[in-house]
């Protein structure tokens, strides 16, 4: 009798057995070969499932992407006001020991996502900021919602959102410390937006 494969399923778990090498090695320095290596398959079999390399770091990427997610929200469950969990949900991908790795990656593919004009790879960055974008959105609408904060503040939502990138290059670049910058950022925007008692 024929096993059935689900194609879905085989191909996340492909991905994800070679999660740790793309953190180890970099997008650029990633091989067809040393994927279907790592995941235990044949190099002809790794396209079955994807059509390029650029494919499977894509799928590798969205991975590590949800596992982020789903940690992120989890950890904002330790913080009630909106300012906490804003600042938090920032700490958490400046800061977050274990996520260092994925920062460097998700840096490498903006690189190459600026320099190589490929929309499949823009459209790829779009889903994945939009993921994100969606966690911080819904934080701002909790603290509207709750009456902690104007709801003008989620015109700003975007914005501040933006600003994240800046300060992962910048931080990359320059060195500066990105957790006392948006400290400093994001205590000036609640003071202007927080609504206070009478």
């Known amino acids: 009798m024929a096993i059935i494969v689900d194609k879905v399923e085989k191909r996340r778990n492909i991905a994800l057995s070679c999660s740790e090498l793309l953190l180890e090695n970099g997008i650029k320095n990633l091989t067809i070969s040393q994927l279907a290596k790592t995941a235990g398959i044949g190099k002809g079999t790794i396209y079955e499932y994807f059509k390029n390399k650029e494919d499977i770091v894509f799928e590798i990427i969205k991975a590590l992407i949800d596992e982020f997610k789903?940690?992120?929200?989890?950890n904002l469950k330790n913080y009630t006001g909106v300012r906490d969990k804003v600042f938090n949900y920032f700490d958490f991908i400046f800061n977050d020991e274990k996520y260092k790795n994925h920062r460097k990656i998700y840096i490498e593919f903006l690189a190459i996502t600026l320099t190589s004009?490929?929309?499949?790879?823009?459209?790829?960055?779009?889903?994945?900021?939009?993921?994100?974008?969606?966690?911080?959105?819904?934080?701002?609408?909790?603290?509207?919602?709750?009456?902690?904060?104007?709801?003008?503040?989620?015109?700003?939502?975007?914005?501040?959102?933006?600003?994240?990138?800046?300060?992962?290059?910048?931080?990359?670049?320059?060195?500066?410390?990105?957790?006392?910058?948006?400290k400093n950022f994001i205590n000036t925007?609640?003071?202007?937006?927080?609504?206070?008692e009478k």
């Open 70 to 74: 789903s940690e992120l929200e989890v």
């Open 117 to 182: 004009n490929s929309q499949e790879m823009i459209d790829f960055n779009i889903e994945c900021k939009d993921d994100l974008l969606m966690i911080l959105r819904g934080i701002f609408q909790k603290g509207v919602d709750r009456r902690e904060i104007k709801k003008e503040a989620m015109g700003l939502v975007n914005g501040l959102f933006f600003l994240e990138k800046g300060l992962l290059i910048e931080q990359n670049m320059s060195k500066i410390n990105a957790k006392i910058e948006l």
């Open 189 to 196: 925007l609640f003071n202007l937006i927080e609504i206070k």
